[in-house]
């Protein structure tokens, strides 16, 4: 098939292959679909926090705290330990080492963790591709740990990485990472429990839980685990005893209920869907026969429905999700895309035909056929803020097409969306002054391009000399608080490009200075791309 070619050709895997210079795939900048992938409503986004499920405190207990280790099925739920300094931490693990990521491994200097873990979390959803790579690596780049002055701060950086990977809808990374960590500690254990709920994984999950209940991240958690490990007679008595405790909600109750009595949830008919959707009401509701939409849910959701169990259009409606938000091979999508034909018109149908019907003329090398096929591809993606999802899949086999008009454009452009986006730029037989400075941008040097209108004026005006001085805005930051640095750049760049372009430059040109060429130069060259449609 042309899509496993195409994966061969390609030849990443995708769940390690977030060094800087990777793979493009994700929305333009001032795009706001991102935003509302991660919330369910448009004005108050959802962030991983809000929808974990609740670590609840131990239940009280009378006379002093025994050696003994928890009885199954009943008890509260184990409290943290307390570590001293100079404890094990999290915060050194990682899927990319210092080699692969060109970063120092004392990036986050003298910031201290608190600070670093509140920048992280208020990282904007909304990026370039280039700049969502970079997220991407400083999240998941082994680094030295940051500074901590108690040991209650330990492990916040990493929590806080885990958290913004669930955001970003990252699951299958924010799982790997988890993976590193273990399950001593009842916070990254409830994180994992929740990420392998999504991701299908509540067998291996409970496993855990069965041989250390006290792990478990709620009273329900443990119910849900003892039913699912066919100790259903300890469920119930264990739901039993965490109601009488008072230990687990009312609004969960009559889910547990009927999660536990299949006759009952009959009888119950369709419940209203809970008020605080968590991986694990997910979970039951699906178990009942209940199972709930994930377009209005936070996007780690969507990767539920990836799954053979979900129905075709179920699968590429989560994957363009996913695709869309830059954490998801494109090459899964074409191959969604190029499963079956179309079943019907309109909307999600259009982009399966019009991306298959490209996908048939390159495979085909019929010039003619790409000629027509890409403006309808182009139109029915980009409406979606999946262009750099086609531009991913297609750029590199569009470099050096000669097609007419609008089509030999727009193929020229997607060919500056690959990591050899260079390359391609060379390749480019565009005349227009657009071209030049994109072609200019690709080599890093603009001083012989000239530019109009004020946003291009602020891209060249970064690339006509090599980096200089650090920016006054980052120079209270450096050189000590590097990693800081950089994550202020890339919001700096994300909303310095809906106008404020003073802020634009300041955040591109700390990049370059940071030895970050690629990542600035393939911003700005979307910046363009991206923001100049039709």
């Known amino acids: ?52 499920s609740h670590s609840l405190k131990s239940a009280p207990r009378d006379g002093p705290v025994g050696s003994t280790a928890p009885v199954t099925g009943a008890g509260g739920i184990e409290d943290i330990a307390v570590l001293s300094l100079d404890a094990p931490s999290a915060d050194t693990l990682g899927l990319l080492t210092p080699d692969r990521t060109g970063l120092p491994r004392d990036l986050w200097g003298k910031t201290p963790e608190p600070e670093l873990a509140q920048a992280l979390r208020a990282m904007p959803l909304d990026q370039l591709p280039a700049l969502r790579e970079l997220s991407l690596t400083l999240l998941l780049a082994e680094l030295n ?37 273990g399950t001593a500690s009842p ?40 039913a699912r490990n ?37 009888e119950a008919g369709d419940a209203p869907p809970p008020d605080h959707v968590t991986p694990l009401a997910f979970k039951m509701m699906e178990a009942i026969g209940q199972p709930l939409p994930t377009a209005t849910l936070p996007l780690a959701f969507a990767q539920a429905d990836l799954t053979e169990n979900n129905g075709w259009k179920s699968q590429l409606e989560a994957a363009e999700r996913l695709a869309r938000a830059g954490v998801l091979d494109p090459n899964r999508l074409l191959g969604l895309y190029t499963e079956r034909k179309a079943a019907a018109s309109g909307a999600l149908w259009d982009r399966v035909s019009a991306v298959s019907a490209l996908d048939e003329a390159l495979e085909a090398s019929d010039a003619d056929k790409v000629a027509t096929a890409l403006p309808d591809a182009y139109d029915v993606m980009a409406s979606e803020d999946l262009a750099p999802v086609l531009g991913a899949l297609f750029g590199d086999q569009l470099a050096g097409m000669d097609l007419p008009g609008r089509a030999g454009r727009l193929a020229y452009e997607l060919s500056l969306l690959t990591p050899n986006y260079e390359e391609n730029a060379r390749k480019g037989t565009q005349s227009s002054a657009q071209a030049a400075l994109l072609k200019g941008l690709a080599a890093g040097d603009t001083s012989a391009t000239p530019a109009t209108g004020a946003r291009d004026q602020a891209l060249k005006a970064v690339f006509d ?6 920016p006054d805005r980052y120079k209270g930051l450096l050189p000590d608080q590097l990693g800081l640095a950089l994550i202020e750049a890339i919001g700096d760049v994300g909303d310095g490009a809906k106008g404020d372009y003073p802020r634009l430059q300041d955040g591109l040109s700390l990049l370059r200075l940071a030895g970050l060429e690629t990542v600035a130069r393939r911003a700005a060259i979307e910046l363009i791309v991206l923001g100049d449609r039709g």
């Open 465 to 470: 000399a090599p980096p200089g001085a650090a």
């Open 145 to 181: 740990p940051p500074q901590i002055e108690t040991p209650s701060q330990r492990n916040q950086l990493f929590l806080a990485r885990i958290d913004r990977l669930l955001d970003m809808g990252a699951l299958e990374q924010a799982n790997a990472l988890l993976g590193q960590a």
């Open 230 to 266: 066919g100790q259903w007679d300890t469920a119930e008595l264990t739901y039993g005893t965490g109601a009488a405790l008072g230990q687990i909600p009312q609004e969960d109750r009559s889910l547990l209920e009927q999660f536990l009595d299949p006759a009952l949830a009959e």
């Open 1 to 52: 098939m042309a899509t496993d070619r195409r994966a061969a050709t390609l030849g990443r895997i995708w769940l390690s292959g977030f060094a800087l210079g990777g793979l493009v795939a994700g929305p333009a900048a001032a795009q706001s679909n991102a935003a509302a992938d991660a919330t369910p409503t448009a004005s108050s986004p959802m962030s991983a926090i809000d929808w974990l």
């Open 187 to 226: 916070e990254i254990f409830r994180r994992s429990f929740d990420v392998a709920l999504l991701l299908g994984q509540e067998n291996r999950a409970c496993k855990i839980i069965e041989r250390t209940p006290g792990i478990a991240p709620s009273y329900a958690a443990r119910v849900f685990c003892l």
